[in-house]
C-alpha cells in the first residue's frame, strides 16, 4: 500500500508524521511525506521521501511572534487562498496511485490536500495532536489572532459556533476560489470539511482524554513517535556523565521576543536550585549566558532519550515535548504560549507531574518557584507512575486503522 502524509506546521506537527511513517514502512508501505521546506533535513535524514509544501514556516512564524513582521487580520484571507492553492499542488504532484491522504497542521493546507484526495478518487483522514482542536461541549476552542472571541461569549457550544464562523471568513473565499478552479463544488463549512465527521486524535488517552461528543466521531490512537532511540552526541553525553542530571530547557519551534533575557531568566533559575543546565536552542536560539561549565547548549535531539536522564523539563507545551517528558517520567515546568499549549499545560498540573507556570513570559522568581515545586521526590514518584500508563503503540493503532480505511471500512471511535 502506498500513502501520503501532510503536515503543515511546526516541528510538533512533522515528528509524529515521521514515526508514523516509519511505522508504515516497516510494515511494507510506500510513505512519502509532504511538509514545509524547513524540515526537509529532518526527513530525508529518516530516510523518508520528501515533497516540499508552500514556502519555508519559520520565517513567517519569526515575524509574526516578534513582531517584526506582524501579519494583520485583513490578510490572512489571502494568505490562506494562497497555501490551500500550493498545498494542492504539492500533494496533486505527488499522490498519484497513493491508497490514501493524511494530514494535519494548518486548516488551508488541510483543504488543499483534501481537493487533491478527491480529485483522485482516494480516502482523506485529518489527524489532530490535542482534543481541544476538535469541537466538543466539553472544552472551548482557542481564538485564532486577531479574531478574539467575544467577553460576553462564555458557553464551549456558543464558542464553537463563533469558531466556525471564523473559519469559514478567514479561509471559505480562498478555498472555494480555489476549489472552483479544479471543477470541485463549494463548501458551506470550512471546518466540517477540513476534518471530516471521523478525524483521528493522536494524543495520548491519560493525557489528553477525549470525551465522545454528539455528531463527531473521533479515533483517538495514542501519541505517535518514532521505535526505538537515537544516540545523543558526544558532547551531550559527556556533560550528563559529569554531574547529577541537569535540568533541559527549550521551546521548540517557538521566537521568542527577547531571547537573550530568556535564556538569562531560565538559566538562573536552575542555578538557583543547585541544578545544571542543558539549553535547547531551538528557534528562539537560546545561547550561553556566560562560560560557566554547568550549562551546555544543544541542537536537534532526541528528546526520548535525552528526558530519562534529566531531573526536570522546563518547555513550552507543544504535544510531543509534554507527551514525550510524560513518557520518560520526568517532572515539567509548562510555559504555554499559544494554540494548545495552555491546554497541556493545565494537563500536567492536572495530573500532577509538574506546574503550569501563569502567563507565557517567566521571571526569576516566577520560575524559581515553579522549579521548586516540581524538584521534589513526591513529584517525581506521581511522574514515574504517570509514565508507565503511556500508550506505546500510537503508530501501531493508526496504521491498523489506515488500513480499514483504504479497504473501505469504517473505523471505531474508539481505538
Not at 14 to 23: D, K, R, S, T, W
Not at 283 to 299: F, I, K
Not at 362 to 387: C, F, H, K
Request: include cysteine.
Amino acid at each position: 500500500m502506498r500513502v501520503l502524509l501532510v503536515a503543515y506546521g511546526s516541528r510538533g506537527d512533522i515528528e509524529p508524521m515521521v514515526g508514523l511513517a516509519l511505522c508504515l514502512r516497516g510494515l511494507g508501505w510506500e510513505v512519502r511525506v509532504c511538509a514545509p521546506p524547513d524540515f526537509s533535513e529532518l526527513l530525508e535524514g529518516a530516510g523518508l521521501p520528501f515533497a516540499p509544501l508552500g514556502a519555508p514556516l519559520r520565517p513567517m512564524v519569526e515575524g509574526e511572534v516578534t513582531g517584526t513582521k506582524p501579519l494583520a487580520p485583513a490578510g490572512l484571507p489571502q494568505r490562506a487562498a494562497a497555501l490551500t492553492a500550493s498545498a494542492y499542488e504539492s500533494v496533486a504532484a505527488v499522490a498519484d496511485g497513493c491508497d490514501a491522504v493524511l494530514a494535519t497542521g494548518l486548516i488551508p493546507a488541510g483543504a488543499g490536500a483534501r481537493a487533491a484526495a478527491e480529485k483522485l478518487g482516494i480516502p482523506y483522514v485529518w489527524v489532530a495532536y490535542f482534543p481541544t482542536y476538535l469541537p466538543s461541549p466539553h472544552h472551548p476552542p482557542f481564538a485564532y489572532a486577531g479574531r478574539p472571541f467575544p467577553p460576553e461569549v462564555t458557553g464551549n457550544l456558543d464558542l464553537w459556533d463563533l469558531d466556525a464562523e471564523n473559519m469559514n471568513a478567514l479561509f471559505g473565499e480562498g478555498i472555494n476560489a480555489h476549489r472552483a478552479s479544479v471543477g470541485l463544488p463549494p463548501v458551506t463549512d470550512v471546518r466540517g470539511h477540513v476534518f471530516t465527521g471521523r478525524p483521528w486524535l493522536a494524543a495520548d488517552p491519560v493525557l489528553a482524554p477525549w470525551t465522545e461528543s454528539q455528531g463527531f466521531e473521533v479515533a483517538q490512537t495514542g501519541a505517535w513517535f518514532r521505535a526505538g532511540e537515537l544516540p545523543l552526541p558526544d558532547d551531550v553525553e559527556r556533560f550528563l556523565d559529569a554531574g547529577t542530571p541537569p535540568v533541559y530547557v527549550g521551546f521548540g519551534s517557538m521566537p521568542m521576543r527577547d531571547p537573550e533575557e530568556l535564556a538569562r531568566v531560565t538559566v538562573g533559575a536552575v542555578r538557583a536550585q543547585g541544578r545544571r543546565v542543558l539549553l535547547s536552542r531551538g528557534w528562539a536560539d537560546l545561547a550561553l549566558v556566560d562560560g560557566q561549565e554547568d550549562c551546555l547548549v544543544v541542537g536537534e535531539i532526541d528528546q526520548k532519550a535525552l528526558f530519562r536522564r534529566v531531573s526536570a523539563v522546563v518547555h513550552h507545551g507543544g504535544a510531543g515535548t509534554t507527551t514525550t517528558a510524560a513518557r520518560a517520567g520526568a517532572p515539567q515546568v509548562v510555559v504555554p504560549q499559544i494554540a494548545d499549549q495552555p491546554y497541556w499545560a493545565q494537563r500536567v498540573a492536572a495530573q500532577g507531574i509538574g506546574v503550569a507556570h501563569d502567563g507565557p513570559a517567566p521571571t526569576l522568581d516566577s520560575l524559581s518557584d515553579a522549579l521548586r515545586a516540581v524538584l521534589t521526590p513526591e513529584t517525581r514518584v506521581r511522574a514515574a507512575d504517570v509514565a508507565r500508563t503511556i500508550r506505546t503503540d500510537g503508530t501501531s493503532v493508526a496504521a491498523h486503522l489506515l488500513t480499514r480505511v483504504i479497504g473501505g471500512e469504517r473505523p471505531p471511535a474508539s481505538a
